[in-house]
């Protein structure tokens, strides 16, 4: 049972970026892999972005690829999501976990491992 600590979140203008960082002491998070999700108000949760554990393969919704970047520093213990040309519809609580990456005939998804807990999330804002 694991629940990891989002930060970096804020207001930021249309075309801005932001860098979200996502940690948990005493976990080693290089083991596993990584999803980046968020949660816009009155919407599902959906899964941003992912790294995966063995290669740091990344993975992208549709909607944030070009613009979004996931990374990871096992030195810092920190995986990171770069965020660029921020728009209004970015707008959502971020959330990371640790996840199991599923690959099918629609492509590749993320979920959070069954019995790992949903952080706080860190909100993003993007608004003139």
């Known amino acids: 049972q694991l629940r990891l600590v989002e930060s970096g979140g804020g207001l930021v203008q249309p075309g801005g970026s932001l860098r979200l960082s996502c940690t948990k002491s005493g976990f080693t998070l290089e083991y596993y892999a990584i999803g980046w999700f968020r949660r816009a108000p009155g919407k599902e949760r959906e899964g941003v972005a992912c790294?995966?554990?063995?290669?740091?393969?990344?993975y992208y919704a549709d909607s944030v690829k070009g613009r979004f970047t996931i990374s990871r520093d096992n030195a810092k213990n920190t995986v990171y999501l770069q965020m660029h040309n921020l728009k209004p519809e970015d707008t959502a609580a971020y959330y990371c976990?640790?996840?199991?990456?599923?690959?099918?005939?629609?492509?590749?998804?993320?979920?959070?491992?069954?019995?790992?807990?949903w952080g706080q999330g860190t909100q993003v804002t993007v608004s003139s």
């Open positions: 976990a640790r996840v199991m990456v599923l690959r099918g005939q629609d492509g590749v998804s993320w979920r959070i491992y069954e019995n790992d807990y």
């Open positions: 790294i995966s554990a063995s290669d740091g393969t990344p």
